[in-house]
Nanobody, 125 residues
Framework: QLQASGGGLVQAGGSLRLSCAAS???????????MGWFRQAPGKEREFVAG????????TYAASVRGRFAISRDNAKNTVYLQMNSLKPEDTAVYYC?????????????????WGQGTLVTVSS
């Protein structure tokens, strides 16, 4: 399973660090798969935020978060992170981590085979 944590309420301009811990047989070869973060704001469709390759050497970001967010992973801990800085009210959403079908991160949710339960991030103005 994928267990996301670290969400909460923060003021605009603040920071949060999300974590996503993978466990179980599905993730026994954690480093063999890219991981991604998506978000879904109220009344909006789910959108891609960031992706990281299996080795961590390839990163990709949505234009709206590039330069403010940073994705990373620790394969020894089966965990992927999302450091979010300079948060804006429009970043308010439920954030989901997901396991890609391949080692290279996809920017489409159709490329992801397994999803965590989500963690809520609320940014106040």
């Amino acid at each position: 399973q994928l267990q996301a944590s670290g969400g909460g309420l923060v003021q605009a301009g603040g920071s949060l660090r999300l974590s996503c811990a993978a466990s179980g047989r599905t993730f026994s070869t954690f480093s063999s798969y890219a991981m991604g973060w998506f978000r879904q704001a109220p009344g909006k469709e789910r959108e891609f935020v960031a992706g990281i390759s299996g080795s961590g050497g390839s990163l990709t970001y949505a234009a709206s978060v590039r330069g403010r967010f940073a994705i990373s992973r620790d394969n020894a801990k089966n965990t992927v992170y999302l450091q979010m800085n300079s948060l804006k009210p429009e970043d308010t959403a439920v954030y989901y981590c997901a396991k890609d079908r391949t080692v290279i991160p996809s920017r489409s949710d159709r490329g992801y085979a397994y999803w965590g339960q989500g963690t809520l991030v609320t940014v106040s103005s």
